[in-house]
């Protein structure tokens, strides 16, 4: 993660949403090889799928909910993306011994959507009958999932973060997208040096996307979403 100012935190980049008690139901934690096929596991694959691979159309196909909802949901997905292209350009520029140094720092730390094709194996799923919840390894709130008329989907309105709106929560979740997007075209600059990635840089990105009343709303949301690392 990445923090900005003094002592708050603005959590970057690994999609992770809650690790909270089972309710009850019947919980699944790891299943063989092609259990449920066709149920909320192979949703949760499909999903995981599209946000790895950044194709937005089979990604999108995995929710049901309200326009702003759904605009919270393509948000996320651009935040990912960004934080990934923000590891190739420092790997590219500085080498894997750069993109570590970095992850070192306490300051400037990026955490990376998982891509292991497995992933999605190790969420607990927990289902009662028609509805679904799903608790990622780390993170607050459960995604929503529903089967109707045999096909399960993601309830989009599940991704809103705890005191928040769908519509503000996009605000600053792009708002933080162009702020990768900035420290990525710095790190490819001609002659760039590692000084141009601190987290100084970060928190004046931050700071010159968000007026300064912002800037507590915008790290709670942040923490709290699905962003949370």
């Not at 992850?103 to 955490?111: D, E, K, L, N, T």
């Not at 190790?122 to 529903?146: K, M, Q, S, W």
């Not at 979740?173 to 040096?193: D, I, K, Q, S, Y």
């Amino acid at each position: 993660m990445m923090r900005f100012g003094r002592g708050g935190t603005v959590a970057a980049l690994a999609l992770a949403l809650a690790a909270g008690c089972a309710a009850p139901g019947e919980a699944d934690r790891a299943p063989a090889g092609g259990a449920d096929a066709s149920g909320p596991r192979a949703l949760l694959v499909r999903w995981h799928q599209g946000l790895a691979t950044g194709d937005q159309t089979q990604y999108l196909s995995c929710f049901a909910g309200s326009q702003d909802d759904l605009v919270l949901a393509i948000a996320m997905q651009q935040a990912v993306r960004a934080a990934q292209t923000f590891h190739d350009a420092v790997v590219e520029t500085y080498g894997p011994e750069g993109w570590e140094s970095l992850q070192q720092s306490p300051g400037a730390r990026v955490a990376l959507w998982p891509r292991q094709a497995d992933w999605p194996m190790g969420i607990t799923l927990v289902r009662t009958g028609d509805l679904a919840f799903a608790y990622l390894p780390n993170g607050r709130v459960p995604l929503h999932l529903e089967e109707e008329r045999g096909v399960w989907r993601i309830h989009a309105a599940s991704l809103v973060p705890p005191g928040h709106t769908a519509e503000r929560a996009a605000y600053f979740v792009f708002r933080w997208v162009a702020v990768l997007e900035e420290l990525t075209a710095r790190v490819r600059r001609p002659g760039a040096t590692p000084a141009e990635v601190a987290p100084e840089a970060s928190e004046e990105l931050l700071r010159s996307k968000l007026k300064k009343d912002e800037l507590p709303a915008a790290e709670e949301a942040l923490r709290d979403s699905m962003l949370m690392s």
